[in-house]
């Protein structure tokens, strides 16, 4: 079965400096797919960033950065220059064949 | 764009009831998924539609949990005589298709309280 570990319960950053939350899942299947989706108290689940399994190039939208190592299943996120309205719960999550696995989340403070 | 809407948005009820949880993808979203959320926890796997067919419900608890998305669109996940073990938040979303490649789109959830 497929797992999806969240290892930091909490993390917190200073307003506009960089953070880096950890992810790691286990599987044996060789195509898949790995996101991010962000949950601010408002509670909707919100898409940050998307990886594919088979390209080795890291995937980047804007202020959001991963770090995915396929041998060392390992898909981390980097927040840079950090903003107000980056703190939520951050949850990684690991799609197989049409099943979505959700990690237990990191919640994310930015400090002023 | 209207996005995956959900419906109530909370709803209280008292041990034993029976309740519906109603979901409104996206249109032309052909898969439908149902999470329940926990406080403090990730988003828990119930099933998922392609079409108007649930193919796969392995996520959910027992028998007291069913779904329906009868005309492929909107979807209706049922539960029997509640528990206070079924308090949570239930998340509908909703993708193009199954595929890999296809991410979802969360509606706002519906926070259920059983007392």
């Known amino acids: 079965a497929q797992t999806v570990t969240q290892s930091q319960p909490e993390m917190s950053v200073q307003e506009a400096e960089t953070v880096t939350l950890s992810c790691t899942y286990d599987?044996?299947?060789?195509?898949?797919?790995l996101f991010w989706y962000k949950q601010p108290p408002s509670r909707q689940m919100i898409l940050v960033i998307r990886q594919e399994a088979y390209k080795q190039q890291n995937a980047t939208e804007n202020r959001f950065s991963v770090n995915f190592q396929k041998a060392a299943k390992s898909f981390s996120l980097k927040i840079s220059d950090s903003q107000l309205g980056d703190a939520a719960m951050y949850f990684c999550?690991?799609?197989?064949?049409?099943?979505?696995?959700f990690g237990t989340g990191t919640s994310l403070t930015v400090i002023p | 764009g209207a996005g995956v809407s959900q419906t109530p948005s909370n709803k209280v009820t008292e041990k034993g009831k029976y309740v519906e949880l109603r979901c409104d993808p996206i249109?032309?979203?052909?898969?439908l998924y149902w999470y329940r959320q926990s406080l403090g926890q990730g988003p828990e796997f119930l099933i998922y539609?392609?079409?108007?067919?649930?193919?796969?419900d392995s996520g959910l608890p027992n028998d007291r949990f069913f779904a329906v998305r009868p005309e492929g669109s909107v979807s209706t996940l049922k539960i029997q005589r509640t528990e206070r073990g079924d308090s949570a938040m239930y998340l509908c979303a909703s993708s193009l298709t199954a595929g890999l490649n296809s991410p979802l789109h969360f509606g706002n959830g519906t926070r259920l309280t059983v007392t």
């Open positions: 249109s032309g979203h052909t898969a």
């Open positions: 999550a690991y799609v197989g064949v049409g099943q979505f696995y």
């Open positions: 539609f392609q079409g108007t067919g649930a193919a796969d």
């Open positions: 599987t044996s299947e060789s195509d898949y797919y």
